[in-house]
């Protein structure tokens, strides 16, 4: 059972450290994420998709930038970036053929498009015109104007899922009773889905549902030697936790990334109390308890064996 856990640790491990590592881009990549701003959830509805903000990278002095439509068009640090989506979440898409398209050459012809589109306020009527510019807009824009590649396809606005009262309420704030329905629309869905596009890096399941756990909990009969298996297999010391005398307890931890880790539980030696564990849930031979994040809707997935219990806690 020790060397299944190590499994399911090690590649909780890594995923924690991939959640946290900014992926690697090139010029002329295209970056996707769900935004915070006021009108996401509304873009995500009408699109049906999870990505409302995008925008182009190139980089300035050796360092990585996006050129985004955001307030006016400008460049942001490309870190600075990624951390104002949800969860710091990035997808990161390329042309297929980037080695053979996508020149010194080519993407100089991009920096230039992308500067004559710098400083335009941005587009709140999602207008088909350059006076004012939205994110997938400036994008494709780019794109088509300086390699002649067309990333995406417009569509009407109406052909979007206009029914979600939350869309029609933005629309209201927009445009009023009067919905420009033909006006062409380049969304991020669009780009996001179009085949002359790869995916170099996307927010993976693993990493997206520890970003979601609190903690794992493995009980153990001999809480010493199995912090010493565990390093054997995984060559990570466990930190040691404290005790619970009142419950004939006492832990060791792994951490698993910012905000999870691992919580080795073992009895007390020549303890009188029996071991237990907060929750209603005894820790005397087949369970252990669960933990969610304070004040967090939680649910729980356990594995049963004698003193060998896995719990995840999640939100």
Known sequence: MPKRIATIVLAL?????????????????????T???????AIQKAT???YSHMGLVLFREGQPYVLEAI???????????AARGVDGKVAVKRLRDAAEVLTPEAIEKLRVAGTALQGRPYDFAFAWSDESIYCSELVWKIY???????????QPLRTFDLTDPLVREKLRERYGDKLPLDEPVISPAAMFADHSLETVAAPDTLSSFLSRVDHLIYATPDLDRTVAEMERLLGVRA?????????????ALISLGPHSYLEIVGPIRNSRVRASLRGGFKVSGNLA???????????????????????????
């Open 13 to 33: 491990l890594l995923a924690g450290r991939a959640a946290q590592a900014s992926p690697s881009v090139r010029d002329g990549d295209i970056v996707f994420q």
């Open 48 to 50: 049906r998709s999870p």
């Open 71 to 81: 307030g006016p068009v400008q460049y942001t640090p490309f870190d600075k970036w």
């Open 239 to 251: 930190a040691p936790g404290g005790q619970q005398p009142g419950r004939g307890t006492r832990n």
């Open 289 to 315: 308890s669960w933990r969610g994040r304070p004040r967090e809707r939680t649910w729980k997935v356990c594995a049963r064996r004698p003193w060998t219990t896995v719990c995840l806690s999640a939100r």
């Open 144 to 154: 088509k104007r300086a390699l002649g590649i067309e990333i995406g396809r417009l």
């Open 35 to 41: 935004s915070r701003s006021s009108q996401s959830a």
